[in-house]
């Protein structure tokens, strides 16, 4: 969890920052945190559209341009051809319902979170799919 909250001071949302870091076999395989995309401009440059439209937390997620720490950490292990079955995912909170089902298709066998996203949706999701989800409340991110 702390390598988490290392990953997460790299985050440029404006709004909520999170990190994430994959773990197989006692192995690191994958790192992210929540910001837009390779070569697009950053919140932190542009602003917050959701932010702007008062958006509640948990919200209209599609019309932000930032990438969740959990969607990151699963592309940068695709990317480096690092399989993703059976790992552990570390993240700042419960994943939203994209993620959760980018976690489900990776067959990522469990989820640990240091806090909750309000989004009942994605935690229903893993339950019925299997994964394990652990929220530790007394960790320091979130």
Same mark, same amino acid.
């Given at each position: 969890? /702390?390598?988490a909250?290392? $990953?997460?001071?790299?985050?440029?949302?404006?709004?909520?920052?999170?990190?994430?870091?994959?773990?197989?076999?006692?192995?690191?395989?994958?790192?992210?945190?929540?910001?837009?995309?390779?070569?697009?401009?950053?919140?932190?440059?542009?602003g917050?559209?959701? /932010?702007?439209? %008062? +958006?509640?937390?948990?919200?209209?997620?599609? +019309?932000?341009?930032? $990438?969740?720490? /959990?969607?990151?950490?699963?592309?940068?292990a $695709?990317?480096?051809? +690092?399989?993703?079955?059976?790992?552990?995912? *570390?993240?700042?909170?419960?994943?939203?319902?994209?993620? $959760? %089902?980018? +976690?489900?298709?990776?067959?990522?066998?469990?989820?640990?979170?240091?806090?909750? *996203?309000?989004? /009942?949706?994605?935690?229903?999701?893993?339950?019925?799919?299997?994964?394990?989800?652990?929220?530790? %409340?007394?960790s320091?991110?979130?």
């Open positions: 969890m /702390e390598i909250n290392i $990953a997460l001071k790299r985050a440029t949302c404006l709004r909520r920052q999170c990190g994430a870091v994959l773990v197989k076999n006692n192995h690191i395989i994958s790192t992210g945190y929540n910001g837009a995309p390779s070569g697009v401009e950053h919140c932190k440059k542009t917050c559209l959701r /932010e702007q439209l %008062k +958006i509640p937390s948990g919200q209209r997620l599609e +019309i932000c341009r930032a $990438a969740h720490a /959990e969607e990151n950490t699963i592309v940068q $695709a990317l480096n051809g +690092i399989g993703t079955e059976g790992a552990t995912l *570390y993240t700042s909170f419960s994943p939203c319902t994209h993620c $959760a %089902k980018m +976690i489900i298709n990776a067959k990522i066998k469990r989820v640990v979170c240091s806090g909750s *996203y309000p989004d /009942e949706l994605g935690t229903k999701l893993l339950k019925e799919a299997g994964v394990q989800l652990d929220i530790i %409340k007394n320091k991110l979130g």
